[in-house]
């Protein structure tokens, strides 16, 4: 049961959201229809800083890097709806 409460299960999470971006990349890369990962990436950058303060909150680190990746978690939050509201004002003809 202390595994599921380990820091390391969220090193394999963050190593994970690594590893699906690569492969993001890659598949974009390879087929035009899958999004390019620059359109994916602020999405996955938000996921990974909540996982990282996570992180941080396990390991007992300073409350100063946990509110800074919380920060962090939410500019690329706010980035990825600014590019996702930006492209359905693109396709929809006013």
Known sequence: ?????????????LLGVALEALLLWAWSR??????AVGALLPNLVSGACLFLALRFTMSGVDAVWVGASLGAALLAHLLDLALRIRAARVRVPA
């Open 1 to 13: 049961m202390d595994a599921l409460i380990s820091p390391r299960l969220v090193d394999l999470i």
């Open 30 to 35: 390879r087929d035009g229809r899958v999004p």
